[in-house]
């Protein structure tokens, strides 16, 4: 059946959920309440619903019927409107003429749908269940959404739960969203995160999944991976697919993959060698070599091909968190052999010239995550020297100032970040002592 449409889990045995942490934020916003559509597709308590046999037999029989429906292959199909509405909620509105206080009741209607699909809704409407297979679920779930079928809807996600298998799992998955079918979307992500070695080498739908809909994936801690070289081998067979529209995506696709438990051979071998990343220049700097921290700093060369060395460090670091920021690159923190350091320095490998300080951050830390968002540096999290923290900072660097912004709930180090776009309340957390000129104190916030 197809449809159209940092430390990962390293074993095969099921993580622990997170306790969510009862510490509060430090800035908080009022709550907009946003009405849910309620999940009906997997009740715990499901069983079949008997339903009395006369309703059917006068309907073979076409006894005591007081409506018509004229199905999209203009089969006129004699039903009783009372039984119909009582398992739609959309009939009972049409008949009844709710939208049209005062008219007649209707009692002949037309709907979009094929006369074969229709008589399986009634199937349901006069017995109580109806025929679902793998050849007739993936259009019998939307009409049974659309006419609000419960019953139906309910039937459809019991069979395709059952059916979840490697090469149709993403389409269920995607499927399920699509309906607001809650539970069983969980049932396919869970799917998904224990099956996905096998998911990548026999499902058709990988190549086919969104950028977001990959990242969301690959970026999960539970997902179930022998090895983090399956995950690169995803990012690697996604982009391929589509090399030009997707090569994009690469930098943001691998800070998926947890190099860390990756070989230095395999790192060498497979990732640098292969094309979209070999046609960019990588940096590394700093680092222990077993015996010391170090300072240096080194490029790899796309139209050589070889590493060079470039200006090292001011300061030895390992534990070292470096990124790109406008025109530089940006060493932060780290530990230096003898303490945790709140330092940081930049390099413009453009311009050339030494590694230049920076505004030394209000905590030292080594081991944490740096990401950009509204065109500063975020720095989240570490440890420094005595324990993890959770305290973020923001660099801004038109004013080559740091400034607070809102700590995590928990104290990570070691951990990953990333940044979503059109977030209605980034700002809110973005900065909190930032410098507003001209501003009261009660502006400072915001």
Same mark, same amino acid.
């Given at each position: ?278 046609? /960019?220049?990588? !940096?590394?700097? #700093? +680092? @222990? =070599?077993?015996?010391?921290? *170090?300072?240096?700093? %080194?490029? $790899?060369? &796309? ?23 406008? /025109?530089?690159? !940006?060493?932060? #923190? +780290? @530990? =230096?052999?003898?303490?945790? *350091?709140?330092?940081? %320095?930049? $390099?413009? &490998? ?23 968002? /509204? ?5 989240? +999290? ?65």
């Amino acid at each position: 059946m197809e449809f159209n449409t940092k430390h990962r889990k390293l074993s095969k045995t099921k993580n622990s959920a997170r306790t969510p942490s009862a510490n509060k934020p430090r800035l908080t916003k009022k709550k907009t309440v946003t009405r849910k559509r309620k999940c009906v597709c997997l009740p715990e308590n499901y069983s079949i619903v008997e339903f009395p046999a006369i309703w059917n037999e006068l309907r073979q029989n076409d006894q005591l019927c007081d409506g018509t429906i004229i199905c999209r292959d203009m089969k006129s199909i004699r039903i009783h409107r009372a039984i119909l509405s009582a398992v739609s909620p959309y009939f009972k509105a049409i008949f009844v003429n709710s939208l049209k206080k005062g008219q007649p009741e209707e009692t002949e209607i037309f709907v979009d749908v094929p006369s074969y699909y229709m008589g399986l809704i009634l199937d349901y409407a006069y017995t109580g269940t109806c025929t679902v297979t793998v050849e007739n679920v993936e259009k019998l779930l939307p009409y049974a959404d659309q006419f609000d079928v419960v019953g139906i809807i309910q039937l459809c996600c019991q069979l395709l739960m059952q059916e979840l298998r490697p090469h149709n799992c993403l389409g269920i998955f995607k499927f399920a969203r699509c309906y607001f079918c809650s539970e069983l979307e969980k049932k396919g992500k869970l799917y998904i995160r224990q099956n996905f070695a096998r998911i990548l080498k026999e499902c058709n739908e990988f190549k086919s999944l969104s950028y977001e809909e990959l990242e969301d994936i690959l970026r999960d801690d539970e997902l179930n991976v022998r090895n983090e070289e399956i995950v690169f081998q995803a990012v690697k067979t996604w982009v391929e697919h589509d090399l030009e529209n997707r090569r994009k995506y690469v930098p943001a696709l691998l800070s998926c993959v947890r190099f860390g438990h990756i070989s230095y051979k395999y790192f060498k071998s497979k990732i640098l060698q292969w094309q979209p990343v070999a046609d /960019d220049e990588i !940096y590394i700097v #700093g +680092g @222990f =070599n077993g015996q010391e921290v *170090l300072s240096s700093a %080194e490029m $790899f060369d &796309p139209e050589t091909r070889q590493w060079c060395f470039i200006r090292s460090m001011l300061s030895p670091r390992s534990g070292v968190s470096l990124i790109a920021y406008r /025109d530089s690159l !940006y060493a932060l #923190g +780290g @530990f =230096n052999g003898y303490s945790r *350091l709140n330092t940081g %320095e930049r $390099f413009c &490998p453009h311009r050339g010239g030494d590694w230049q300080e920076i505004t030394e951050m209000f905590s030292a830390r080594s081991n944490f995550a740096t990401v950009l968002l /509204d065109d500063m540096i975020f720095v989240i +999290g570490g440890f420094n020297g005595s324990t993890t923290i959770p305290h973020v900072e923001c660099y801004d660097g038109d004013t080559l100032e740091w400034y607070d912004a809102a700590p995590m709930n928990l104290n990570r180090s070691a951990l990953s970040a990333c940044v979503l776009s059109g977030l209605p309340n980034a700002r809110s957390f973005s900065y909190l002592a930032k410098a507003v000129p001209a501003a009261g104190a009660d502006q400072a916030h915001h």
